[in-house]
């Protein structure tokens, strides 16, 4: 069985800061991570190969320095690991994003269970694991917190809904996004870093995928556009409410009604 | 489509250059300075050496935004119940609608759902789309998109609303990856243009950065937006708008997922999982008066949490302790009830989003950090404020 994890590499802080003059982000000596989602996704690839004897294969696309990332999955199990670097990739929004590691995947091998962490840290959308579904023309379950089985032809998982919990038995091969509350990912392994130093990080680039339309990577494969990035508002609202108990009383339920938690 | 060209004569010093960039995407390859696949094209390195980087935008063939007309609404529901973030975005989606003079159309797909499509004209809704078989009872993501695609290609809505829940959040990336459009996740604002073109505003990095987002020269144009954030319309007692029924074949239906069973989500257990907190601080005055704290909180749908006093008192659960001994939680709501706020509190409580504190003593520390700081007496608001929350939901 061969398992492919989507990881990325995010800044090492959510604390960014704008100029508020020039509205640009504040250069900080941004240092940068595993998406802490994606480490609870690889922690459930590993583990079904623990149990299923499977190939465990992750991919990220990003810039040269994104190889890192690939290099901490397989202190935690990895056994391939695939870093998709092009120029032509830069500035992509979700649809050319999903779309890159689409072409990626393909071009990686045979995959029965693609697995996705819920969300990246930066980006914050959700979005990429079902757009790579669409694009593999495979079924997908978003926010899955369980799996209860697995074997060759299907996977039965519990997904999380607001009030319900849904198990759903998906024919392989399809793509998962898994919660945090799955499995508790495993510290990385000093002894597999030693084993897997030299293991080497297979590159692909734009001429290694199949389509090789350059209007659908990167910038001019991104329907959306950033027009602009401002601080948000701080939540300056402070107000003392004095006088007779009641009164206070039926003025906070007022207030809780028009601040929409009743 | 834009690109920044990079002029390499005007570079001054080769080394600093390329700290212009935060997210290290300018890098030498061959001697010549490049963007690598890094870049965000945040135009940060624009704004700071206009002299090397230029921002320049070649044009493409430009869609033509007439052919695609109306806002779309997509309707969730759980269990034949509307979800009320759909009935805010049909509320959006008008309020944008008579800027551009567009029709507002809602699309209900399930099973036995036409009841449940006809109560959305009670919401000014222009065209209410109903697919409605026995396939779609469950949320599959085959079918729900399928249907999603065959909505789109007759009706050609220009923008399309869907309500950031779980299956929204699952629904619109694959159908907006089927057009090969854009979608912007979890907007906080939108406007729209006189050339119908989305405004799209969102929160970016947890919240440290909001981000302006436009989708020039796709359509439709989709957004997703949470519970909550827009405000909900009023229902009118009389009804306006059509009901039109679409067929579907079955052959869109086909499904690799089969729904095993599903089941009601156990309560809550952690407090840090909690969106609505009431903490019962130590101006109670004996354990039986917890009562009117547990009602409070169940009147809004979230947990009691206590401070450090009661603990060990051995009035609640040390699971319940917010603090630097305990629990750090970020609730949209936090209601503290009789806590002084001290610092070992506070440092577990003060990110929350909305902070409300009843203290009757007004120089209390906790009003320092409150967002509303009311001075009274516990025991003459909370029972008052319950009552009144009874009145709401009657």
Known sequence: MNITVCIKQVPGTAEVEIDEKTGVLKRNPIDAKMNPYDLYAIETAVRLKEEKNAVVKVITMGPPYAKAVIKEAYMMGADEGCLLTDRKFAGADV????????????????????????????????????????YLQIPHVSNVRRIHEINEKSIIVEMDMAESVEIQEVQLPCLITVEKDIYQPRLPSFKLKLKTANRPVQIIT?????????????????????LRIFPPEPNTTSEHWEGDGEELGEKLAEKLKELKFV | MAKIIVHQDAIKDRKE??????????????????????????????????????????????????????????????????????????GKAKEMAVRIDHPVYCLVMGDKVHDMAEELLHYGADEVFIYDKPQLYDFRIEPYTAVFENFINRVKP???????????????????ARFRTGLTADCTTLDVQENTDLDQIRPAYGGNIMAHIHTPNHRPQFATVRYKIFNSPERSETKSGKLTSCSISDEFLISKINVIEIKKKEKLKSIEEADVIVVAGHALRKEEDLSMINELADMLGGMVATTRPLIEAGWTDPRMQIGLSGRTVKPKLIITCGVSGAIQFVAGMN?????????SDPKAQIFDVAHYAIIGDIYEVIPRLIEKLKEFKD
Not at chain 1, 209 to 222: E, T
Not at chain 2, 351 to 359: G, H, K, L
């Open chain 1, 206 to 226: 734009f001429k290694d995928l199949d389509d090789k339309n350059v209007m659908h990577y990167g910038l001019y494969g991104s329907p959306t556009q950033v």
């Open chain 2, 17 to 90: 250059v390329v700290k212009v960039c935060p997210f290290f995407a300018l890098e030498y390859e061959n001697d010549e300075l490049i963007l690598n696949a890094a870049c965000k094209m945040c135009n940060i390195c624009v704004k700071r050496l206009p002299e090397v980087f230029e921002y320049v935008e070649d044009t493409l063939p430009e869609i033509d935004k007439n052919a695609w007309r109306g806002i779309a609404v997509y309707i969730d529901h759980i269990e034949g119940n509307i979800h009320p973030v759909s009935l805010e975005l049909i």
């Open chain 2, 351 to 359: 990110s929350a989003e909305m902070i409300i504190a009843i203290n």
């Open chain 2, 158 to 176: 220009t923008i399309v609303l869907v309500g950031g829940t779980t299956v929204g959040r699952s629904l619109a990336p694959r159908v907006a």
């Open chain 1, 95 to 134: 649809l050319a994003t999903a779309y890159a590691l689409s072409q990626g995947i393909t071009r990686m091998g045979d995959f029965d269970l693609i697995i996705c962490g819920k969300m990246t840290t930066d980006g914050d959308t959700a979005q990429v694991g079902p757009e790579i579904a669409e």
